[in-house]
């Protein structure tokens, strides 16, 4: 059988793959993360190597028999994909991708506020954010860490954005878009426009849009008549 090339894309027609646990059939072909060939191997071998590198195990060529796979950052690579394709979309609308990353659950809030502003800066220039979060060696086991600091991304920047695809995983990432939402600054600006001051006879000793307060003058004594 031909080995599979460098490439991905060479490899099979789709963008998703099985990878890790999610690859039964055993033994596979394997290509390591330096694009060697490994040779036929136990799938459980394929993914003891992959573990260490602290890489994904992808089945890139399925049909093959037996199926390739390569070692590689799956997630890294769906990202890239993705982001290929939000580019093109949102070049047809004018905006960008951004993308603003977290290299660890253990952010703290400080440094987290930090990514949270800038990511409001790109939403409110009109481009979409990516938000990507690594997991590394361990963290794997604390998947609800990383779900907790998206939903505070969310919480956060609710008031000028909305979702176009929520959390999910990728390999050892977790990835989110959120989108401008034209519709949420619109009302928060009309919210926030002061009340237009009041006009004609009585508008200020009715108080109405001021904030004096005038007390009538009193009137003089009339005078006595004369004689």
Same mark, same amino acid.
């Given at each position: 059988?031909?080995?599979?090339?460098?490439?991905?894309?060479?490899?099979? %027609?789709?963008?998703?793959?099985?990878?890790?646990?999610? %690859?039964?059939?055993?033994?596979?072909?394997?290509?390591?993360?330096?694009?060697?060939?490994?040779?036929?191997?136990?799938?459980?071998?394929?993914? *003891?190597?992959? +573990?260490?590198?602290?890489?994904?195990?992808?089945?890139?060529?399925?049909?093959?028999?037996?199926?390739?796979? *390569?070692?590689?950052?799956?997630?890294?690579?769906?990202?890239?994909?993705?982001?290929?394709?939000?580019?093109? +979309?949102?070049?047809?609308?004018?905006?960008?991708?951004?993308?603003?990353?977290?290299?660890?659950?253990?952010?703290?809030?400080?440094?987290?506020?930090?990514?949270?502003?800038?990511?409001?800066?790109?939403?409110?220039?009109?481009?979409?954010?990516?938000?990507?979060?690594?997991?590394?060696?361990?963290?794997?086991?604390? %998947?609800?860490?990383?779900?907790?600091?998206?939903?505070?991304?969310?919480?956060?920047?609710?008031?000028? !954005?909305?979702?176009? +695809?929520?959390? +999910?995983?990728?390999?050892?990432?977790?990835?989110?878009?959120?989108?401008?939402?034209? !519709?949420?600054?619109?009302?928060?600006?009309?919210?926030?426009?002061?009340?237009?001051?009041?006009?004609?006879?009585?508008?200020?000793? !009715?108080?109405?849009?001021?904030?004096?307060?005038?007390?009538?003058?009193?009137?003089?004594?009339?005078?006595?008549?004369?004689?």
């Amino acid at each position: 059988m031909a080995a599979c090339r460098s490439s991905v894309g060479d490899c099979a %027609i789709s963008t998703h793959f099985r990878h890790n646990e999610q %690859i039964r059939i055993s033994p596979v072909r394997l290509i390591n993360d330096k694009e060697e060939q490994i040779g036929i191997v136990p799938t459980a071998e394929a993914m *003891r190597m992959a +573990r260490d590198a602290g890489l994904d195990l992808v089945e890139v060529a399925p049909t093959a028999r037996p199926p390739v796979c *390569r070692i590689m950052d799956y997630g890294k690579w769906r990202y890239q994909q993705q982001k290929k394709e939000d580019k093109s +979309r949102s070049g047809n609308r004018g905006g960008q991708l951004k993308e603003v990353k977290f290299r660890t659950v253990k952010i703290g809030d400080h440094d987290l506020l930090i990514k949270v502003n800038h990511a409001r800066g790109f939403l409110k220039e009109g481009n979409k954010v990516q938000f990507t979060l690594q997991f590394r060696g361990r963290e794997m086991a604390h %998947i609800d860490l990383g779900r907790q600091i998206m939903n505070k991304v969310k919480q956060e920047l609710f008031p000028v !954005s909305k979702i176009e +695809r929520d959390a +999910r995983m990728e390999g050892r990432r977790m990835t989110m878009v959120l989108q401008p939402d034209s !519709s949420k600054a619109t009302k928060a600006g009309a919210a926030a426009k002061p009340a237009k001051p009041a006009t004609g006879p009585g508008a200020h000793a !009715s108080g109405a849009g001021s904030s004096l307060n005038i007390t009538p003058r009193p009137q003089a004594d009339p005078l006595p008549a004369s004689n």
